[in-house]
């Protein structure tokens, strides 16, 4: 084989993600902004001058924005303290607490509003604030602790001795407060951009609206409007949510790649707390006990008849609920695993050449693969629904591709592919370039390069990004609400269900759902037998 022939197939894979891209990310997006101009009579900005014309617009941004603000209190609270009493303090039991730092994420955020609306009234702002804080808490939680593993402790060592402990903490938190505040804008923009749990709460009779409520509220009613403005009006009144998104997308991914990938020299110091060491217990236990402990313990009452009146729980009645999520329930969560599987594979296929120029300096793909995060799962629904529901692609693909789980498949990518391009991005950015250059010497093809040099230092973290996204995509339930064939997933089947007092069988498989979503990341700790290693 030639070399311009290896050439060609070593660049066919980032052809192929820039097209996929292409098809399922700016086609949706753009469509979406070319209908807000272009009416059955040319162009038009109707649908613009409206907008913001209804005051509950501006009431629902503000709600959002307010939520948002008040979730990411929650966040820092809950995900900040849990990072810092377990890495850079000692707490008791911090090297088993510390990796479950991460352990919240693999529990959707409906679950912890069905876990806590067992117990207690949640149709309030502040209850509804609390839900999602902790639901997003994970992403400070991880950042904290990935910031504070990065730190040379020398440096805190010196800041210590030269000016004392209250400056030497004010230095570390300066040092961290990249990362730290990353993870902050993440967990804002995903709580800002949620539709699920507010609209959740809703039905427990919450009165006040969130603007993804609104749009999509708008987009389900869209047949009602008789004018262009008013069949418009869901996507142009997503327009001011998209544009803070991307603002604070673009800030987060600024402070991020400020940071430096230092790693770690000399490990930071864990400083005793003294008379506060068992104390300081509570901050783990109150973070793992919200985001874990509470939705565990209700599905477990659930499976048990806790939701009915007739008997009493019992383990006879949990045999009862079984057989009837196996009659159920089990088709919707075994098309959500081989789902999840089929994303998280393809996903690492796509983010690996992605990241590839990513992280050498190719800006503008970074920022594409992120496009994506910025959108609302809702917004990017509806546009996949409104290009591959009629039109030349979706012509192209085939008059069943729409409803079948290959558009599902597809949706979910194009959703979690950023999560894993910029974590392999930034493992690109840690390899040196002189080991590359030093290749290039070398009598070797160019596929041979990628195959051999190229991939394999990104293969543990194209295996992290791979559970990442597998975890993400069984948790997935506003994309799920949009695309036809992912209405039959676990998630999107078991939110149904408990409106409809299913409680029982939704409780079996919602535990179900959990474990799966637990047992991908600890399998190579249970193969190989070594300790869980908290996630980077």
Not at 42 to 52: C, K, M, Q
Request: hydrophobic share 55%; aromatic share 8%; proline share 7%.
């Amino acid at each position: 084989m030639s070399n311009h022939a290896q050439r060609t197939i070593a660049r066919a894979p980032f052809a192929l993600a820039i097209a996929f891209l292409c098809c399922f990310v700016a086609a949706p997006i753009l469509l979406l902004l070319w209908q807000t101009v272009m009416s059955p009579d040319g162009f038009t900005l109707d649908a613009w001058r409206e907008l913001f014309a209804d005051e509950k617009d501006w009431e629902r941004v503000r709600s959002s924005l307010e939520l948002g603000a008040a979730s990411l209190l929650v966040s820092i609270g809950l995900g900040f303290s849990h990072a810092w009493f377990t890495v850079s303090r000692d707490a008791p039991f911090a090297n088993a607490l510390a990796p479950l730092g991460v352990a919240p994420l693999v529990v959707p955020p409906i679950f912890i509003a069905m876990g806590f609306a067992d117990l207690m009234p949640v149709s309030g702002f502040w209850p509804c604030a609390i839900l999602l804080g902790t639901a997003h808490a994970p992403f400070v939680c991880v950042m904290t602790a990935r910031g504070l593993r990065s730190i040379d402790g020398r440096g805190y060592e010196a800041a210590l001795m030269l000016r004392g402990r209250a400056r030497a903490e004010l230095w570390l938190l300066r040092a961290i407060a990249p990362e730290l505040i990353a993870g902050c804008m993440l967990a804002f923009l995903f709580t800002v951009a949620d539709h699920g749990v507010p609209e959740f709460l809703t039905v427990k009779g919450k009165t006040w609206h969130t603007y993804a409520e609104g749009v999509f509220s708008r987009w389900t009613r869209r047949a009602v409007g008789t004018t262009f403005a008013d069949r418009q009006s869901p996507i142009v009144a997503a327009a001011p949510l998209v544009l803070s998104l991307l603002a604070t997308l673009w800030l987060a991914l600024k402070l991020r790649a400020r940071a430096d990938e230092r790693g770690v020299r000399t490990e930071l110091p864990v400083r005793a707390l003294g008379m506060w060491r068992w104390p300081s217990l509570l901050a783990p236990l109150l973070y793992l006990g919200a985001g874990i402990g509470v939705p565990v313990v209700v599905l477990v009452r659930w499976a048990m008849g806790s939701a009915q009146k007739a008997e009493p729980m019992s383990l006879a009645f949990a045999q009862k609920s079984f057989q009837k999520a196996v009659d159920q329930g089990l088709p919707d969560l075994m098309h959500s695993v081989w789902l999840s599987l089929g994303v998280a594979l393809c996903v690492a296929l796509l983010a690996l050449p992605l990241a590839r120029k990513a992280g050498r300096g190719s800006r503008w793909v970074e920022i594409a693969c992120a496009v994506p995060i910025a959108s609302p799962a809702i917004l990017l629904g509806i546009g996949l629904v409104l290009v591959y529901n009629s039109g030349p692609l979706a012509q192209l693909f085939g008059n069943g591709f729409y409803d079948g789980w290959g558009f599902a498949l597809s949706g979910y990518v194009a959703r979690m592919l950023p999560f894993a391009a910029l974590t392999l991005a930034a493992q690109v950015r840690r390899v040196p370039l002189a080991g590359e250059d030093a290749a290039r010497m070398l009598p070797r093809s160019p596929l041979a390069r990628a195959l051999r040099i190229h991939l394999p230092p990104l293969l543990p973290a194209a295996w992290s990004a791979a559970v990442l996204t597998f975890v993400l995509s069984l948790r997935e339930l506003d994309l799920a609400v949009v695309l036809p064939a992912a209405n039959a997933t676990a998630v999107r089947r078991l939110a149904n269900a408990v409106h409809f007092q299913h409680e029982d069988w939704s409780g079996v498989i919602a535990l179900l759902l959990l474990s799966i979503a637990v047992l991908l990341p600890l399998l190579p700790s249970l193969i190989a037998g070594r300790k869980l290693a908290s996630l980077s």
